[in-house]
């Protein structure tokens, strides 16, 4: 096994959860679900596909004034509010902020079929915006002056990233560029695709993020799998479940790294040269399998989906179905807990928060549908120092979950970024309100 980081911290994480669920006196606090680091102190359970369980949260209005909470020391506003799925934030060269509103488009046999469950409407879906704004604070207040529309006429953008004079999106079909130069407000000039993606598939994994090489000579590209554990045939995962790499023409496309369920938030880690990526895992083995997780990401690497989960352990829906795979798992890095839909990943590379928070990494977990208790619905905090994790994960942006007995909640957030004014800005896609966290 890879990792043998803070076992006691890991175990006194399990207990501390232990008492969290024993104590529902609050109805309104958030569920605590942490997992820890050590592979060999998680302790999970037996897998059991007979218990999963389903629990949609419903999205109810924020209350007049009330905010999500940061630790003390940091004040929480709203930047920006009023569009339609916010789901991931970009800072431009110039430190324009770009957000791409997109969300989840399914069939409408699938909609019949979400609103007999009981889904509410931030899991039907709908028509996606297909849209890029773009903001700017001008008088570098933390309040945007200027709000424009960047970019239309797209198919569920979420990465976006810049090199030089062009600026890339990927839709959920293909990567796509743009001639731009900096402090462009609008894209008018037409753009050119340059990778076909594969699209589709189980829990609508369509988002295609993107990250840039230190050296600006590689694009890295996330493509989420196209079913839960492989079950329409892994000749439709062709291509997915992995991060591509390719050229900035979109040539010498490459599998960068495999086995990655649906991996979505993407980032260097600081003073390393390594990638990391937070990874969304499967369904339907009961609450607490299987932990997402936020890894560094190895060349050539195979994480194991979907014959495996968080090291050697075998799904048992694919049992002896591929021994060799099984065997050449690697163990993720830091476990976030299960069924958190851990989607967002951003590096803290400013000098504006406390010391602790510096190169350590936030995650965006939009929340549960298969768990009894609701988990995640919250952003959280992982301390690293020289680019290597020192300790779980800890809560640091809650209060998105207004009622945890009723399933209410009332926000979800997704992407993440630090602004280049050291502020935090986390996008709440369900509530339309990307939210700024800035040290007082």
Same mark, same amino acid.
């Given at each position: 096994?890879?990792?043998?980081?803070?076992?006691?911290?890991?175990?006194?994480?399990?207990?501390?959860?232990?008492?969290?669920?024993?104590?529902?006196?609050?109805?309104?606090?958030?569920?605590?679900?942490?997992?820890?680091?050590?592979?060999?102190?998680?302790?999970?359970?037996?897998?059991?596909?007979?218990?999963?369980?389903?629990?949609?949260?419903?999205?109810?209005?924020?209350?007049?004034?009330?905010?999500?909470?940061?630790?003390?020391?940091?004040?929480?506003?709203?930047?920006?509010?009023?569009?339609?799925?916010?789901?991931?934030?970009?800072?431009?060269?110039?430190?324009?902020?770009?957000?791409?509103?997109?969300?989840?488009?399914?069939? $409408?046999? @699938? &909609? *019949?079929?979400?609103?007999?469950?009981?889904?509410?409407?931030?899991?039907?879906?709908?028509? !996606?915006? +297909?849209?890029?704004?773009?903001?700017?604070?001008?008088?570098?207040?933390?309040?945007?002056?200027?709000?424009?529309?960047?970019?239309?006429?797209?198919?569920?953008?979420?990465?976006?990233?810049?090199?030089?004079?062009?600026?890339?999106?990927?839709?959920?079909?293909?990567?796509?560029?743009?001639?731009?130069?900096?402090?462009?407000?609008?894209?008018?000039?037409?753009?050119?695709?340059?990778?076909?993606?594969?699209?589709?598939?189980?829990?609508?994994?369509?988002?295609?993020?993107?990250?840039?090489?230190?050296?600006?000579?590689?694009?890295?590209?996330?493509?989420?799998?196209?079913?839960?554990?492989?079950?329409?045939?892994?000749?439709?995962?062709?291509?997915?479940?992995?991060?591509?790499?390719?050229?900035?023409?979109? $040539?010498? @496309? &490459? *599998?960068?790294?495999?086995?990655?369920?649906?991996?979505?938030?993407?980032?260097?880690?600081? !003073?390393? +040269?390594?990638?990391?990526?937070?990874?969304?895992?499967?369904?339907?083995?009961?609450?607490?399998?299987?932990?997402?997780?936020?890894?560094?990401?190895?060349?050539?690497?195979?994480?194991?989906?979907?014959?495996?989960?968080?090291?050697?352990?075998?799904?048992?829906?694919?049992?002896?179905?591929?021994?060799?795979?099984?065997?050449?798992?690697?163990?993720?890095?830091?476990?976030?807990?299960?069924?958190?839909?851990?989607?967002?990943?951003?590096?803290?590379?400013?000098?504006?928060?406390?010391?602790?928070?510096?190169?350590?990494?936030?995650?965006?977990?939009?929340?549960?549908?298969?768990?009894?208790?609701?988990?995640?619905?919250?952003?959280?905090?992982?301390?690293?120092?020289?680019?290597?994790?020192?300790?779980?994960?800890?809560?640091?942006?809650?209060?998105?979950?207004?009622?945890?007995?009723?399933?209410?909640?009332?926000?979800?957030?997704?992407?993440?970024?630090?602004?280049?004014?050291?502020?935090?800005?986390?996008?709440?896609?369900?509530?339309?309100?990307?939210?700024?966290?800035?040290?007082?």
């Amino acid at each position: 096994m890879k990792i043998k980081y803070l076992t006691l911290i890991a175990l006194s994480a399990f207990v501390f959860e232990a008492c969290n669920s024993a104590n529902k006196s609050d109805k309104t606090a958030d569920t605590v679900h942490n997992a820890t680091t050590d592979v060999d102190s998680l302790n999970l359970p037996a897998p059991d596909t007979t218990a999963s369980k389903t629990n949609f949260s419903k999205v109810v209005d924020w209350p007049t004034g009330k905010m999500p909470m940061a630790p003390e020391g940091f004040v929480v506003t709203r930047f920006a509010d009023g569009m339609k799925s916010p789901r991931n934030i970009v800072i431009a060269p110039n430190g324009d902020i770009l957000v791409a509103l997109s969300n989840s488009e399914r069939s $409408t046999k @699938e &909609k *019949i079929a979400n609103a007999i469950s009981g889904k509410s409407k931030s899991e039907v879906g709908g028509k !996606s915006v +297909n849209t890029i704004m773009l903001f700017r604070d001008a008088n570098k207040d933390g309040k945007p002056e200027l709000m424009e529309t960047f970019l239309t006429g797209l198919n569920q953008p979420y990465g976006m990233a810049f090199i030089g004079n062009t600026f890339y999106v990927a839709n959920t079909d293909g990567l796509w560029m743009f001639p731009y130069k900096s402090g462009d407000t609008k894209i008018t000039a037409a753009g050119k695709k340059i990778v076909s993606l594969p699209a589709g598939g189980y829990n609508n994994h369509w988002t295609r993020n993107l990250l840039v090489s230190k050296a600006k000579d590689k694009i890295y590209i996330s493509v989420g799998s196209g079913s839960n554990v492989g079950e329409n045939g892994m000749e439709h995962e062709v291509r997915r479940a992995a991060i591509l790499e390719v050229n900035p023409d979109g $040539t010498g @496309e &490459k *599998i960068y790294a495999s086995g990655l369920r649906n991996p979505v938030g993407m980032d260097w880690a600081p !003073s390393t +040269n390594m990638l990391w990526t937070a990874v969304n895992e499967r369904d339907g083995l009961g609450d607490d399998l299987v932990p997402d997780y936020i890894t560094s990401v190895k060349p050539g690497g195979f994480y194991g989906w979907p014959y495996a989960y968080f090291g050697q352990h075998e799904d048992p829906r694919l049992k002896n179905a591929n021994l060799e795979a099984v065997k050449k798992t690697i163990v993720p890095d830091v476990a976030v807990g299960s069924h958190t839909a851990s989607l967002g990943l951003a590096f803290y590379t400013a000098a504006k928060f406390p010391v602790k928070y510096q190169g350590g990494a936030f995650i965006g977990q939009h929340g549960s549908w298969n768990r009894s208790v609701l988990a995640g619905y919250k952003v959280g905090f992982v301390p690293f120092k020289d680019g290597k994790p020192t300790a779980p994960m800890q809560d640091f942006l809650t209060g998105f979950i207004a009622n945890a007995d009723k399933s209410e909640v009332y926000g979800r957030p997704v992407g993440v970024a630090v602004a280049n004014d050291g502020a935090l800005l986390v996008a709440d896609d369900v509530s339309g309100i990307i939210w700024r966290v800035a040290a007082k």
